[in-house]
């Protein structure tokens, strides 16, 4: 017998199609949505680094503007003559304005010092002012290894740089051994005393230098740790503390993301709706389908059931005429199990006119029944007049097979001889 047939087999089959559809949607709005936070956090780390360069470009232009200034008036044989012995001439240094005010305004210098090998003051000018104080003084934290490494240096014409605090303010301090061009011979490098730029990284000037590299509210301060919410710069230095520059990094990904996520997510809602009502539409047409296809189910049941009450046995066959089903009576009326024949021709079964066959299958109403006599020979060997009443299967115009059955004319099995 054949296995009964699934009626919400097309609901069933479209509810998963539906849902895997919807799914694989989800899963493309995720993989955009994932894309897109990855191209955002890209161009904001993009944008990170480029402003850290500039951070680091500003710091570096102030470092070597002033080590080329400290340079050019630390090695020279006017200035050595002038500031390098046991005092200053301030009538050159002031009054002619050799190392006055006029220098200070030039490289927006806060504070110029000459300081001798003991470490005492020679010369001091503070914001353009003359003012001859100790220089730590003005400028906090160990000063003795950045003054020693600007004699150390003395002979190459090196420039010693470091970062220290002013009145709690960082600064940019630089050291140089005051030298003729070419080294003195009647006296060591110890023994040279060393002139100092103070140059203090004031707000005015972070703001400048925040406007000049565009960043946005730039800070300055010592310490060794980077910034947990700010973009940050360590800039170190061999002597005094390391410089830490703290802004706010301009994110373009932010602002990718708050642009497009809203319309993605409109975009999402509005495919969500239209996924609803599909997939609705969908699970009511499989519905009707089903349907269909159960009442087809039942009309063939009720057929056979009909057939099989009012004849021996009903038959079918494809269009070449090849037995395609044999119901459960044709064994107890033919002596023959229904496997043995399934698959042959009916010609073989049955002895029939084949043209009154095929005409009367055929005929003006291929849907109504007719009938063909017939002899069937069952499994001892006896022959039986049968009546084979026929009707043509067909879908649209298409021949499919044949569907019938034989009524035994001839009264019980072997009631006829031949």
């Known amino acids: ?38 191209i955002a956090r890209h161009e904001d780390q993009h944008q990170l680094r480029h402003s850290e360069a500039d951070a680091n470009r500003a710091v570096n232009a102030s470092v070597e503007t002033l080590s080329r200034a400290a340079k050019d008036y630390a090695i020279w044989d006017d200035g050595y003559r002038h500031l390098g012995g046991p005092s200053v001439d301030l009538h050159w240094a002031l009054e002619d304005n050799n190392l006055g005010p006029a220098m200070t305004n030039t490289y927006s210098l806060d504070g110029v010092f000459v300081v001798n090998d003991q470490g005492a003051t020679l010369y001091g000018l503070v914001h353009s002012l003359p003012r001859p104080l100790p220089l730590g003084r003005l400028v906090s934290g160990d000063l003795a290894p950045l003054l020693a490494a600007a004699r150390e240096g003395a002979a190459q014409g090196d420039v010693a740089q470091g970062f220290f605090l002013v009145a709690g303010q960082p600064a940019i301090v630089h050291a140089a051994a005051i030298r003729p061009q070419l080294m003195p011979t009647d006296r060591s490098a110890q023994s040279l005393s060393v002139l100092v730029f103070v140059y203090v990284l004031d707000p005015t000037r972070l703001q400048r230098l925040a406007d000049d590299y565009e960043l946005d509210g730039l800070v300055a301060e010592l310490g060794d740790e980077p910034a947990q919410t700010q973009a940050s710069l360590l800039a170190k230095a061999d002597y005094g503390s390391t410089l830490r520059l703290r802004w706010y990094a301009e994110a373009p990904g932010d602002v990718f993301l708050r642009t497009l996520l809203p319309l993605l997510a409109l975009i999402f809602a509005l495919c969500t709706v239209v996924a609803v009502y599909f997939y609705r539409s969908a699970l009511r047409t499989a519905e009707m ?35 395609t089903y044999l119901c459960e009576r044709f064994e107890p009326a033919t002596g023959f199990a229904a496997e043995q024949w399934l698959g042959r021709p009916l ?29 069937l020979r069952d499994a001892s060997g006896h022959w039986h007049d049968c ?10 115009n298409a021949l499919v097979g044949y ?8 009264g019980a099995l072997g009631s006829s001889t031949v």
């Not at 089903?290 to 009903?314: M, T």
């Not at 019938?404 to 001839?410: A, E, F, H, N, P």
């Open 1 to 38: 017998m054949n296995a009964p047939a699934d009626v919400h087999a097309y609901r069933r089959t479209t509810r998963r199609a539906m849902l895997g559809l919807n799914a694989l949607v989800g899963l493309l709005f995720i993989g955009a949505i994932v894309a897109l936070v990855f």
């Open 289 to 323: 389908i089903d349907q269909w296809r159960e009442q087809g189910l039942q009309a063939r049941a009720r057929y056979r059931a009909v057939a099989e009450a009012a004849s021996d046995w009903i038959w079918e066959t494809d269009a070449q005429g090849w037995l």
């Open 347 to 375: 010609v073989t079964l049955l002895e029939y006119n084949h043209p009154l066959f095929a005409s009367n299958a055929l005929a003006d109403a291929p849907g109504r029944w007719r009938q063909v006599p017939c002899r």
């Open 387 to 396: 009546q084979l009443t026929v009707r043509a299967v067909l879908e649209g």
């Open 403 to 410: 569907r019938g059955s034989v009524l035994d004319l001839s």
